[in-house]
């Protein structure tokens, strides 16, 4: 062995030493493509444990491993990285994914392998080299990332930042936005500007430059269809392939932007049925009964100004005849949320009296719980109603003349225009009372009333005699006919 070949072997097997205990994978070929050495992480990246496990040469080295590239598509034999390099060719990060034939396990590895080439002091190839990196978990780490950012249903676009081109859309960000993924893969953020009116674009623009977090903020889309489409746009920088990027989230707004038009448009149409609705309608405050706003029927029927009224509590105001009558009204209103057909008086702005039929129910306006009281003036009804039973009064006074038929006919004209309520109104009864009342209603018996209400049935006949004393009946019918003329608990169908 010539002086030139034993120092040629011996730098070898020093190199060879050095290179054994590293982490990176390093597999030696010769020219003639014979695989002449590898260490221990060569042969592990490759699920091996010996050297001729490998195959002795490139030609065996393709028959025992499929490489392709992370596409899918299979590498050509002259692709292959160990025939690249014994062709002189110099490369670095190319990514591969390795499968071991006939591995029962079916494995896949991922190398990222660069090459070297090694001269004599005559600039001839004298050793080549193949160094390997195990790429294995970050590839695993990457595709799950690819996965949850496709699958994720929040849309989001990925930008490069060394040029500002977007390299990933997912199908969320295609469906809000009616693109296509061609339409925005390659293409510039100022093509598919995400930025657009944003709210503080210029914030934006240098952190995207820098590579910073971009806050959220408001902005608006271009639509390839024309229009546009409200968002919340955010930008956090990561690393891909080890690029930095941005990747952009969106929230799209469009839903709340048409529920807030669609709430403008019916508070509107809200606002512009109170004013022209020529029935008296009063709006108060559910917590104060301080008055929201009044109808222009309110205002002439009972002689106030809107200045006069808005701002104001009814009970400031005084316009319901009985501070108590008030009261149990808003009680009344705080347990049901609605009333029906409640005969009470109002005062107007001079002090006359006036006799009216309240309904009045539970709204919400800009979030906050109101009354919508409407009312009717039967003052004249009334008093023409009084004015025809004097009259049939004054004619029955002699009514020798008339005929028995004409006779009964003008008592039942009499009965049926002087039938009046008792005085009494609903207001009048407790909370636990009209609790009672109601359950007369279901036709509930006394034991019943007390098991639904957990009361003692001394107690539930207590509260029924209370109730016939006030409503001035004698009977559960009386009751019940009581109620149904005043429309209280009557079910919605």
């Known amino acids: 062995m010539s002086d030139a070949v034993l120092a040629r072997e011996t730098n070898r097997r020093q190199l060879q030493q050095i290179i054994s205990g590293l982490s990176d994978g390093v597999i030696l070929v010769e020219v003639d493509q014979t695989i002449l050495w590898a260490n221990e992480a060569a042969l592990q990246m490759h699920g091996v444990s010996e050297i001729s496990e490998l195959g002795a040469n490139a030609e065996e080295y393709r028959e025992r491993f499929a490489l392709r590239y992370r596409n899918n598509h299979p590498l050509e034999p002259e692709q292959y990285p160990i025939s690249r390099v014994t062709a002189g060719d110099v490369f670095s990060d190319v990514l591969v994914e390795v499968l071991r034939i006939g591995d029962e396990e079916e494995r896949m590895r991922v190398q990222r392998i660069r090459s070297m080439v090694l001269e004599d002091s005559k600039g001839a190839p004298e050793s080549l080299v193949l ?54 893969i390659g293409r510039s953020v100022y093509e598919v500007d995400v930025l657009e ?26 639509l390839p269809e024309g229009g546009s489409k409200l968002v919340i ?16 989230s969106f929230t799209d707004l469009e839903p709340r932007r048409k ?17 022209l609705n020529p029935v008296p309608t009063l709006v108060c405050s559910a917590d104060r009964q301080q008055v929201v706003d009044a109808n222009e029927a309110f205002l002439a029927t009972l002689g106030y100004t809107a200045q006069e009224l808005i701002g104001r509590t009814v009970d400031e105001l005084d316009v319901v005849e009985g501070r108590e009558v008030s009261t149990q009204l808003f009680d009344l209103l705080e347990k049901s949320g609605r009333i029906e057909g409640l005969d009470l008086k109002l005062r107007k702005k001079g002090g006359e009296i006036i006799d009216c039929v309240l309904a009045a129910d539970t709204v919400s306006l800009q979030d906050s719980p109101c009354y919508l009281l409407v009312v009717m ?35 039942n004209a009499k ?10 109104s609903v207001t009048d009864l407790t909370a ?32 029924v005699a209370t109730v016939y004393s006030k409503l001035d ?19 919605q169908g």
Do not use: Y
């Open 131 to 184: 160094i390997i990196a195990d790429a294995t978990q970050w590839a695993s780490a990457e595709q799950r990332f690819e996965k949850t950012f496709n699958a994720n249903p929040a849309p989001a676009v990925i930008c490069r930042l060394s040029d500002l081109r977007f390299i990933r859309v997912n199908q969320g960000f295609l469906e809000m936005t009616g693109h296509t993924r061609e339409n925005v």
């Open 377 to 411: 003036d039967i003052t004249e009804r009334k008093r023409s109603e009084l004015e025809l039973v004097e009259a049939i009064e004054t004619v029955m006074h002699d009514a020798s003349w008339f005929s028995q038929t004409l006779i009964e006919k003008l008592a």
């Open 233 to 248: 746009v955010a930008g956090q920088p990561l690393d891909m392939h080890e690029e930095d990027c941005m990747l952009f």
């Open 432 to 463: 636990r009372e009209r609790e009672v009342l109601g359950l007369i209603c279901e036709g509930l018996a006394d034991k019943e009333i007390a098991a639904r209400l957990k009361l003692a049935p001394n107690t539930v006949r207590n509260h």
């Open 415 to 424: 009965n049926l225009n002087t039938r009046q309520f008792p005085p009494a």
């Open 197 to 222: 009116n944003a709210e503080r674009k210029d914030l934006a623009i240098e952190r995207l430059t820098s590579g910073g977090t971009i806050p959220q903020m408001q902005a608006e889309l271009r």
């Open 473 to 491: 009946v004698h009977s559960r019918s009386e009751a019940i006919v009581w109620a149904r003329d005043r429309r209280l608990f009557v079910r």
């Open 259 to 275: 529920a807030e038009t669609a709430l403008r448009q019916s508070e509107e149409r809200f606002a512009k049925a109170f004013r």
